[in-house]
């Protein structure tokens, strides 16, 4: 199905993903602890930078990352 796509990943640190996502009403968020959030992230993170084909470091601003991205997928 991803075959001749450009899949990107937009690599987090926990911590930041944590950040953002702390006070969430998502169900996942509300259901899970810190560490379960955390055991998931390391597992999903495996997966997607399996299946990506340019991984971008996301930690940074908007404009450098949106940049970034624009660089790697021409």
């Known amino acids: 199905a991803l075959k001749g796509c450009q899949v990107v990943y937009l690599d987090v640190p ?4 944590w950040k953002r996502i702390r006070f969430s009403d998502r169900p996942l ?3 899970n602890s ?11 993170v495996q997966i997607y930078k ?5 991984q971008i470091k996301n930690h940074r601003d908007l404009k450098r990352t949106v940049t970034e991205i624009m660089e790697q997928c021409k």
């Not at 810190?34 to 999903?44: G, P, T």
């Not at 399996?50 to 340019?54: E, F, K």
């Open 14 to 17: 926990f911590e930041i993903c």
């Open 29 to 31: 968020v509300r259901s």
């Open 34 to 44: 810190k560490k379960q959030l955390m055991e998931l992230y390391k597992k999903r």
């Open 50 to 54: 399996a299946i990506s084909t340019v």
